[in-house]
C-alpha cells in the first residue's frame, strides 16, 4: 500500500480540530507531525494556492490548512491548463532527490565489471521483474562500468530465487543466466544479505523495481534505453 495511502486511510479514522491558530510554519509542522510520528515530515511551505500548505513525506504531497484542522488529500489541478501541480511537484522532488553511492551496501552487490569500471552505477532489481530482465538486455552494450546488482526481492517468488542466485558459487554467472536465458540457479543453502538489502531499499524510498542510482546519487525508477544510461553516466562523470 503506497505511502498516500496509508496516510488517507490513517486520517480517515481521526477526527481530530484543534483550536490552536498557528502563527508561523514551524508551529504547524510540529502540529502534523504529530499525527504521523512513524514518519518524518521533509518539507512544510506555503503553497502557491487557496491558503494552504505543502507538506512531503518521502515522495508523498498532501496539503493542510493554516490550523492544521483539515488535511487534504489528492491532486491540485490548474482549471486553465488541466495540469496536476500536485504531480508536478511530486515528479520535482523525485528529481531533486540523491542518493549517494557511499551509503549503499555495496559490499552486498553482485559486482560486474565491464571494460576499465570506471563509471558507477548501482541497480536494485527483482529477479521476477519482467523490467528488470529488460534492462539487464540493454546494460549489455555499455562499457567501461562497474554495476553493482543489489538484489531487491520485493515479487511473489522471488525470494527463494535470490537466495540461490546470492549462494551460487558463481553469482555473476548465476544472475546472467536467469535474467537474460531464463535459466533457474541450482538449489543451495548459505546466509545472504537479503533482509539489509531490502531494508536498504525501504531507507532509500525504492518503491519499484528496478531502479538505478548513478554515480552522482541521481535516481531513476523504472526501465530506461541503453542511450539513456549512456546520457545518464556521462552527466554523473561531470558532476565530479
Not at 54 to 63: A, C, H, M, R, T
Not at 182 to 187: D, Q
Request: with cysteine; charged share 25%.
Amino acid at each position: 500500500m503506497a505511502l498516500h495511502i496509508k496516510l488517507f486511510m490513517s486520517m480517515l479514522a481521526l477526527s481530530f480540530f484543534v483550536n490552536n491558530v498557528y502563527a508561523d510554519e514551524a508551529s504547524i509542522r510540529n502540529a502534523v507531525q504529530a499525527q504521523f510520528p512513524e514518519h518524518k515530515i521533509d518539507s512544510l511551505k506555503k503553497a502557491p494556492f487557496l491558503g494552504l500548505y505543502e507538506v512531503v513525506l518521502g515522495d508523498d504531497v498532501f496539503y493542510v490548512d493554516e490550523k492544521a484542522e483539515f488535511f487534504f488529500f489528492g491532486h491540485v489541478v490548474d482549471a486553465k491548463t488541466r495540469v496536476s501541480l500536485t504531480n508536478e511537484r511530486v515528479q520535482e522532488i523525485k528529481n531533486s532527490r540523491r542518493v549517494p553511492l557511499d551509503t549503499l551496501p555495496l559490499q552486498y552487490a553482485i559486482k560486474t565489471v565491464k571494460g576499465d569500471g570506471s563509471r558507477k552505477l548501482a541497480v536494485y532489481t527483482d529477479p521476477n521483474c519482467p523490467y528488470c530482465k529488460k534492462l539487464e538486455k540493454e546494460l549489455l552494450s555499455i562499457d567501461n562500468i562497474t554495476i553493482f546488482t543489489l538484489l531487491y526481492p520485493v515479487l511473489n517468488g522471488s525470494l527463494e530465487l535470490s537466495k540461490k542466485i546470492w549462494c551460487a558459487d558463481n553469482q555473476i554467472k548465476a544472475w546472467d543466466d536467469f535474467m537474460l536465458r531464463n535459466v533457474a540457479p541450482t538449489s543451495k543453502e548459505c546466509e545472504t544479505p537479503l533482509d539489509a538489502l531490502v531494508k536498504s531499499g525501504r531507507e532509500n524510498k525504492v518503491s519499484g523495481t528496478p531502479t538505478l542510482i548513478f554515480a552522482d546519487g541521481s535516481i531513476v525508477g523504472g526501465l530506461i534505453p541503453a542511450a539513456a544510461i549512456e546520457e545518464k553516466l556521462q552527466s554523473a562523470a561531470q558532476a565530479k
